[in-house]
T-cell receptor, first 113, second 117 residues
Framework: NAGVTQTPKFQVLKTGQSMTLQCAQD?????MSWYRQDPGMGLRLIHY???????DQGEVPNGYNVSRSTTEDFPLRLLSAAPSQTSVYFC????????????FGQGTRLTVV | AQTVTQSQPEMSVQEAETVTLSCTYD???????LFWYKQPPSRQMILVIR??????QNATENRFSVNFQKAAKSFSLKISDSQLGDTAMYFC??????????????FGKGTKLSVKP
């Protein structure tokens, strides 16, 4: 049971480049979400999904897109990277029947230069 | 909107001693969950302990216990017999189990705990 898998673990982008952070879970969880972690800011919610085909914005959605075509995958897209998007990104998943047991990926450290 | 406040950016404790990390939150909800997460240098997010708001009894997990004061909206974490492996960032978090944004976590800014030998 792999849990939540994020790829890549590290990435350096140039300003204006696009990329997709991948997140996959093998627990058949309906709920998936993306957070970003910045020094002194804790983790903040970017986007979330309560099931395939359903997504919604969190606290800091600007500059990011998501889609949820399958239960397993929830990719996060940066269309035009900016230095302000330098951060550590976490994907998480949970079941609505066991909300208190959220599973986190290992995180992706993204640097935009 | 819910907010979570951790007023201690950094703390240190001697090995084998006890330390308490503070957390306050603001919500108009009556039913919710509270959590403490540990993030060691490996960056992994590890659930330490959780508390359901409708339970008056404070949660305990081995050396970790909470002091949950619902009326005061306070949720502190006590670590007894501190160990070097407890050195980490600790985050307090809030979750609504229903309604819009259910299941999503609202985090405090974290407390960096150093355990000294």
């Amino acid at each position: 049971n792999a849990g939540v898998t994020q790829t890549p673990k590290f990435q350096v982008l140039k300003t204006g480049q696009s990329m997709t952070l991948q997140c996959a879970q093998d627990m058949n969880h309906e709920y998936m979400s993306w957070y970003r972690q910045d020094p002194g800011m804790g983790l903040r919610l970017i986007h979330y999904s309560v099931g395939a085909g359903i997504t919604d914005q969190g606290e800091v959605p600007n500059g990011y897109n998501v889609s949820r075509s399958t239960t397993e995958d929830f990719p996060l897209r940066l269309l035009s990277a900016a230095p302000s998007q330098t951060s550590v990104y976490f994907c998480a998943s949970s079941s609505p029947r066991r909300l208190t047991e959220a599973f986190f990926g290992q995180g992706t450290r993204l640097t935009v230069v | 909107a819910q907010t979570v406040t951790q007023s201690q950016p950094e703390m240190s404790v001697q090995e084998a001693e006890t330390v308490t990390l503070s957390c306050t939150y603001d919500t108009s909800e009556n039913n919710y969950y509270l959590f403490w997460y540990k993030q060691p240098p490996s960056r992994q997010m590890i659930l330490v302990i959780r508390q359901e708001a409708y339970k008056q009894q404070n949660a305990t997990e081995n050396r970790f216990s909470v002091n949950f004061q619902k009326a005061a909206k306070s949720f502190s974490l006590k670590i007894s017999d501190s160990q070097l492996g407890d050195t980490a960032m600790y985050f307090c978090a809030f979750m609504k189990p229903y309604g819009g944004s259910q299941g999503n976590l609202i985090f405090g800014k974290g407390t960096k705990l150093s355990v000294k030998p």
